[in-house]
T-cell receptor, first 114, second 114 residues
Framework: EAQVTQNPRYLITVTGKKLTVTCSQN?????MSWYRQDPGLGLRQIYY???????DKGDVPEGYKVSRKEKRNFPLILESPSPNQTSLYFC?????????????FGEGSRLTVL | QQQVKQSPQSLIVQKGGISIINCAYE??????FPWYQQFPGKGPALLIA?????SEKKEGRFTISFNKSAKQFSLHIMDSQPGDSATYFC?????????????FGPGTSLSVIP
């Protein structure tokens, strides 16, 4: 089954404690992206990757890091989480960078930073 | 110029009625207009999409109407069912360029009541 898998689905952490949200896709997609979803603000792009070892900032990259060492994986790293990073996070992928309108989304990771 | 406007923010429709969600864009370089459906606790999923060379696309009870001159497009859900209750996002992207991210509207929360 074609899917984007995120872990963990739910996480409560404290300010400053580094955490990683993993994302893996099994569709051999070149393009991957991270979004955060907040009430009233819709989906905002954090970082994206057009292919292995190619990453770039989205609209709200502050406080986040990413890496793309393998085609299937695109982890999101919060080095020192703060309460304003409490949000619902989605990883998404598409066939190529020219198919960003046809995104496959994971089920989301709800993060709470105390 | 990169924004996609969406209305209404929320919508309540009686079972069997027609749900209509409207979107507008400004950048005429957009050439692909997808709609995403998001159920509570799930990630958005591609529902239906249209290119600007057609004025209408229908898939089952879901129809996109596209007005290129007005730079507007809308989603019509015929015979709305309680199972259609979800958040709907319109979006716009450019498939002909080397890379350009998809732009999402802010979303419409649809409730279909029995």
């Amino acid at each position: 089954e074609a899917q984007v898998t995120q872990n963990p689905r739910y996480l409560i952490t404290v300010t400053g404690k580094k955490l990683t949200v993993t994302c893996s896709q099994n569709m051999n997609h070149e393009y991957m992206s991270w979004y955060r979803q907040d009430p009233g603000l819709g989906l905002r792009q954090i970082y994206y990757s057009m292919n292995v070892e190619v990453t770039d900032k989205g609209d709200v990259p502050e406080g986040y890091k990413v890496s793309r060492k393998e085609k299937r994986n695109f982890p999101l790293i919060l080095e020192s989480p703060s309460p304003n990073q409490t949000s619902l996070y989605f990883c998404a992928s598409s066939l190529t960078q020219q198919h960003t309108g046809e995104l496959f989304f994971g089920e989301g990771s709800r993060l709470t930073v105390l | 110029q990169q924004q996609v406007k969406q209305s209404p923010q929320s919508l309540i429709v009686q079972k069997g009625g027609i749900s209509i969600i409207n979107c507008a864009y400004e950048n005429t370089a957009f050439d692909y207009f997808p709609w995403y459906q998001q159920f509570p606790g799930k990630g958005p999923a591609l529902l239906i999409a249209i290119r600007p060379d057609v004025s209408e696309k229908k898939e089952g009870r879901f129809t996109i109407s596209f007005n290129k001159s007005a730079k507007q497009f809308s989603l019509h859900i015929m015979d709305s069912q309680p199972g259609d209750s979800a958040t709907y996002f319109c979006a716009a992207s450019k498939r002909k360029t080397s890379y350009d991210k998809v732009i999402f509207g802010p979303g419409t929360s649809l409730s279909v009541i029995p």
